[in-house]
């Protein structure tokens, strides 16, 4: 593909490149996919006022992160079988983070262990967690992301019973993969995958296996894990986890206020909003379209964090401007890894939202009340030169306007915010505004 500008054309590369397995593994949902449909499609809805003859001269996305420098509002979230996609993925997609000064988590699921990623990155890097029935082993794990110096545990809090994904039942997924004679085929048009994957350093769960009694054998070993998943989790179990993590810790896959105020209360300091990119309970509501709602009611006692159908630039700019002071990207980072591994990565998956001069702003300032034809759902992002900073209370209320009760003159009017935005230089922006020049 000559020209990448966007996250679609990585996500038909690494189709071409990755196994069909792998390449579904990532890319679909749960059940009808309804969720993850909705995701993007709700992301979508949202438009952005454009204001002109503001002075955008001078714009960051540099913002803080649980306290942390980053470089943009932006976060590689946990993804599992990241390995599967590209011999020694977790250790190029982290490395691909860091230098573009984001932070990357690694996943329990991942096909690198937490010490094959510390060996080969300079900084610190995120643990995401899932809580197994063995509890001396999840103890170990998290002892083993403290000895890796991670800097943040992320405890997944939607995944004890696992969302069925049809595509996986029909493609046969297994880690590794079970020899049949499409498999076969489909790996022998695939030769770059093979032996990048042969290359790598291992090709099962890294985290576990060698870890747990009678996990050597590969096959076995995802048995072994869709059957120890703790059912039995509950909000008490974050209390015994925080006794043996002394970090940060976030907890992801809040959808519901409710479980936002609870989440308040365990000493976390930060929730990803997030129903696991349409992957677990299908019917849910979008992510975004809770986003509001769940940061007026705890954004002032958490940092909140959004993922969930982030495909570009313009999708953070939605969500930081509903109340997110950062996002994850899953799958946008891992098509890139599919199609290019660390570059792909590097190179594209994040480079719609790096801080490279952004041609595009977006601007605004208390939303017209002659607006009658229209109701702008949101005014703009704000992030003026020293940071993020989230968006205000009357702000929220124009999304809710979209989700709860329509529009009219007077839906924006309580909000005097004046904003200037950035720009996340997007495929799609790059796309219509810089149509000569190519992310690739
Ligand atoms: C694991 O997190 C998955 O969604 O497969």
Redesign the pocket.
């Known amino acids: 593909m000559k020209h990448i500008t966007c996250i679609e054309d990585l996500r038909q590369l690494h189709k071409r490149r990755v196994p069909k397995a792998f390449f579904d ?1 990532a890319d679909r949902g749960s059940y009808t996919e309804d969720t993850l449909r909705a995701n993007s499609e709700d992301l979508q809805q949202i438009k952005f006022r454009q204001r002109i003859l503001v002075d955008v001269s001078k714009r960051t996305l540099a913002t803080t992160i649980l306290g942390e420098p980053s470089a943009m509002p932006l976060i590689l979230a ?4 990241l390995g599967m996609q590209h011999g020694d993925g977790e250790i190029y997609a982290c490395r691909a983070a860091q230098a573009a000064g984001i932070p990357f988590t690694q ?1 329990t ?1 991942s096909i690198c262990s937490i010490e094959d990623i510390a060996a080969a990155v300079d900084k610190p890097f995120w643990f995401q967690l ?1 809580v197994m029935k063995d509890r001396g082993f999840i103890k170990s794990l998290i002892e083993r992301a403290i000895a890796a110096k991670c800097s943040a545990l992320v405890l ?1 809090v939607d ?1 004890q019973v ?2 069925q ?1 049809h595509q996986d039942i029909k493609n046969g997924m297994t880690v590794p993969p079970e020899w049949s004679l499409s498999k076969l085929i489909d790996f022998a048009t695939k030769p770059a995958w093979v032996s990048g994957v042969l290359q790598g350093k291992r090709r099962t769960f890294g985290n576990i296996a060698g870890h747990v009694k009678g996990t050597e054998d590969l096959t076995k070993l995802s048995e072994w894990t869709a059957s120890q998943f703790d059912t039995s989790l509950s909000w008490k179990d974050i209390d015994w986890i925080r006794s043996i993590w002394p970090g940060k810790l976030i907890l992801k896959g809040i959808l519901d206020v409710e479980d936002a105020e609870l989440a308040a209360k365990t000493g976390a300091q930060a929730i990803v909003v997030s129903n ?2 349409g ?2 309970l299908d019917g849910a509501p979008s992510s975004i379209e809770v986003l509001p709602e769940i940061v007026d009611e705890v954004g002032s006692k958490l940092e909140i964090m959004f993922d969930g159908g982030i495909r570009t630039g313009m999708d953070i700019m939605r969500a930081l401007a509903l109340g997110a002071k950062s996002c994850m990207i899953g799958r946008a980072y891992a098509y890139g890894l599919g199609a290019g591994g660390q570059e792909g990565v590097a190179k594209h998956s994040t480079s719609w939202a790096r801080s490279s001069p952004p041609r595009w702003a977006c601007a605004a300032s208390t939303p017209s009340p002659r607006s009658t034809t229209r109701c702008w759902r949101f005014e703009a992002i704000a992030i003026p030169p020293t940071g993020v900073v989230p968006a205000k209370a009357g702000t929220h209320n124009h999304s809710r306007a979209r989700f709860e009760h329509g529009c009219g003159p007077n839906s924006s009017q309580q909000s005097s915010s004046v904003v200037m935005g950035p720009c996340f230089r997007t495929s799609a922006c790059t796309h219509l505004l810089e149509s000569s020049q190519g992310l690739g």
């Open positions: 593994y946990p993804v599992g079988l996943s699921m899932y997944t995944l696992i969302g994904r696991h990119g992957r677990q």
